[in-house]
């Protein structure tokens, strides 16, 4: 019997069949004047909404037009920098006062953030059975999918899941600020378990141990690490906690929250977001490209040598053909990225310490190489900086953490800033969040199936 016209053979000759009915051209878009990616023509956000958390500031506007300025990042109106500078000068870890600050918005009492710091201790612990039932029962390959099931599955050991009161709201916050770093721990050694054939190995938190403290210790094979790397994790962690409403991962807690879901529905659809290579997997992407570039370097200090790599980059005639220099550029951030800068100064030791000087050096040239190059390439005169994931993945393996875990470890951090979020958005949000769509096509006459 002869094969009826259009029927496919395949899922291969299917998805040819009907890619066309995906297609939208570029006119639908620019004469219906859409937002696309939620941005103005010049780049910045549309405002969706207000907040009291973060405050993401790189350019200012006159009259109209955009202008480079330095960075800065505002945690509750007060500068990340003078918060980093605080702790380190008083010899403390700051991850928990600043998780302290984003959820209860001031400062904490001395008095106040032991408390707060004996509650993560308490709940960093997993739920009896929840690695073997949740972790071990099904592993993961990817680690951020792991975490994103995981949260889910906290909701089964939650006997109050559903209750959006402050307070209740506030126990499940601190209770996931706590557990997922244990989760993404376990996942790991599950992972490497499992399908890199290595011995399995579960370390329980430790009390007394800050945050990074203690993933230092559940990760380890030998349970040992250093106070400067325990310090620079901490420094990471401070960093990446918050960054704004309108980044992706942020804005999908906040999209979720306003349906008025449960916590774990939000949180894990951030983890979900984060995991995309053009937001936090962008670290991941440094460390490839970086690495790419020190196998084609014949000389690390060859300024002219770095720049002509760098330009076939950004021709496409290198590194993944993306024609991007990752680690580069920030939607918001002009002239600094404050993150970035503070991970510099304070990694820059660590690098001389553990023999990374000579990686540091290449990392700081591309850094100050790729604006003029990227200017050369393309003709367009931009102010570049570079971002927090140029430098976090190199700090990540002076550390000795595997490329598995650079963005859960960036997920660990944010999970702060995501349920501060989510309790702004319960309380002050009010509607379903509900943008718009243009539809881009005719109403068509139904066709019966036997004149098709």
Known sequence: MARKKNCPKSISELTELCRESYMIPEKAFTTSNVKRGLRNSDGSGVVAGVTNLGLVHGYVLYEGEKRPDEGKLLYRGYDVEKLVEGYIKENRYGFEECAFLLLFGVLPTAKQLEYFKSLVADYATLPLNFTEDVILRAPSRDIMNKIQSGILALYSYDENPEDNSLENQFRQSIQLIARIPTIAA?????????????????????????????????????????????????????????????????????????????????????????????????????????????????????????????????????????????????????????????????????????????????????????????????????????????????????MRIPTELFTPLFATARVAGWCAHRIEENLTGGRIIRPAYKTNYAVKKYVPISKR
């Open 186 to 398: 376990h996942a790991y050694s599950v992972k490497r378990h499992v399908f890199d054939q290595d011995s399995l190995l579960l370390h329980r938190p430790m009390p007394g141990l800050s945050c990074a403290q203690n993933f230092m210790r559940i990760l380890g094979k030998d349970v040992t690490f250093s106070e400067k790397e325990a310090r620079l994790l901490d420094l990471c962690m401070v960093l990446h906690a918050e960054h704004g409403g309108g980044n992706n991962s942020t804005f999908a807690a906040r999209v979720l929250s306003s349906t008025g879901t449960d916590i774990y529905s939000s949180i894990s659809a951030a983890v979900g977001s984060l995991k995309g290579p053009k937001h936090g997997g962008a670290n991941i992407k440094v460390d490839e490209m970086f690495t790419d570039i020190k196998n084609n370097l014949k000389d690390w200090n060859d300024d002219d040598e770095i720049k002509a790599y760098l330009e076939k980059i950004l021709k496409k005639e290198a590194g993944d053909g993306s024609g991007l220099i990752y680690g580069m550029g920030h939607a918001i951030y002009t002239k600094s990225d404050p993150r970035a800068v503070l991970l510099k100064k304070y990694a820059k030791d660590l690098a001389k310490e553990n023999g990374f000087d000579n990686e540091f050096n290449l990392l700081e040239k591309i850094e100050k190489l790729s604006p003029a190059v990227f200017t050369k390439v393309t003709g367009v005169d931009k102010t570049l900086c570079a971002n927090v994931d140029m430098y976090s993945g190199l700090v990540y393996r002076m």
